[in-house]
């Protein structure tokens, strides 16, 4: 796959597992409505995204999911995890 391609998902999925005895379950449904400008989206090389660590400690949640979301080379994904 070269540099100016990516993936989608066509459908949602639901997946959970266990960590260290706290479940969590992640929700992740296809999008393919542009997001207009709002500050609180945060935009790079023409890409739209935006992750937060909601109430958990910075830096635990939010970015490992959404780095987990960019190795797989994913586009046009809303993934929430609960």
Excluded: C, W
């Amino acid at each position: 796959m070269d540099k100016d391609s990516y993936l989608i998902i066509v459908s949602p999925v639901r997946h959970s597992i266990e960590v260290s005895n706290s479940n969590f379950i992640a929700s992740a449904f296809p999008v393919s409505i542009k997001i207009g400008v709002n500050p609180d989206f945060i935009g790079v090389n023409g890409e739209v995204f935006r992750y937060s660590d909601d109430a958990e400690p910075s830096g635990t949640a939010g970015i490992k999911i959404f780095s987990a979301i960019q190795s797989k080379n994913l586009s046009d994904i809303l993934v929430v995890v609960t």
